[in-house]
Structures are given as structure tokens and as C-alpha cells.
Nanobody
Framework: VQLQASGGGLVQAGASLRVSCVAS????????VGWFRQAPGKEREFVASISWNGGASLYGDSVKGRFTISRDRAKNTVYLRMSSLKPEDTAVYYC?????????????????WGQGTQVTVSS
């Protein structure tokens, strides 16, 4: 399976943006999907994950209450809605398929990492 993130861009602080993750090759309808991000000079950070049926989600502490993850299983697509963006949210955002139907915050719970999409928040 290949995952492709898209929808990034340059926005001002306080704005909202939605990024998407589309799976191809095979469906990920039975897998959790996670979002991670990496800023220059920093380690990759867990952002959010969603279970196979969308019934459960997890968020990193730095985005809780501002970001919302959702999925459309029919479209094999997972979304990350980002609100009240801050300059510190600037990073390359990656999506990945979980190895199981529920996945947590650890990198090793995910496989099939896609190419990321750049999100830049100006102050």
C-alpha cells in the first residue's frame, strides 16, 4: 500500500487547514491510520491516529483540542483538520498505516509511510 499526503500550504497563525491522506495499492479500511510531523532539526512527533472504523482517535498533547482526525472508508482517505494553527505547527506532515486496526503513538506501530506535505504557519 502507498499513502500520499496532500493539502499542505502556507497559512497565517490562527487559520485552519485540512490535509488529506489517500491510500492506493490496497485499501486500509481495516487498519488504523496515523499522522506524524517533523520540523527541521526536530524528531518526528505523533500528531493523531484513528482506528479502522473511525470509532476511536488519539491526539498528541500539543494538538489536542485544535486538530481533528477523521476518515472516509469509502474513499480510502483520512483527513486531519487543523484549527487555530500556530507557528510551532510548521512541519512536514506524514501519514502512515497502522499495523493493526487500533494503533497508538509509537512509530513502530505503523508501516507504509507516505511522502509528507509541508505545512507552514506564519506569525
Amino acid at each position: 500500500v502507498q499513502l500520499q499526503a496532500s493539502g499542505g500550504g502556507l497559512v497565517q497563525a490562527g487559520a485552519s487547514l485540512r490535509v488529506s491522506c489517500v491510500a492506493s495499492g490496497r485499501a486500509v479500511t481495516n487498519n488504523a491510520v496515523g499522522w506524524f510531523r517533523q520540523a527541521p532539526g526536530k524528531e518526528r512527533e505523533f500528531v493523531a491516529s484513528i482506528s479502522w472504523n473511525g470509532g476511536a482517535s488519539l491526539y498528541g498533547d500539543s494538538v489536542k483540542g485544535r486538530f481533528t482526525i477523521s476518515r472516509d472508508r469509502a474513499k480510502n482517505t483520512v483527513y486531519l483538520r487543523m484549527s487555530s494553527l500556530k507557528p510551532e505547527d510548521t512541519a512536514v506532515y506524514y501519514c502512515a498505516a497502522g499495523r493493526k486496526s487500533y494503533s497508538g503513538k509509537s512509530f513502530d506501530e505503523y508501516t507504509s509511510w507516505g511522502q509528507g506535505t509541508q505545512v507552514t504557519v506564519s506569525s
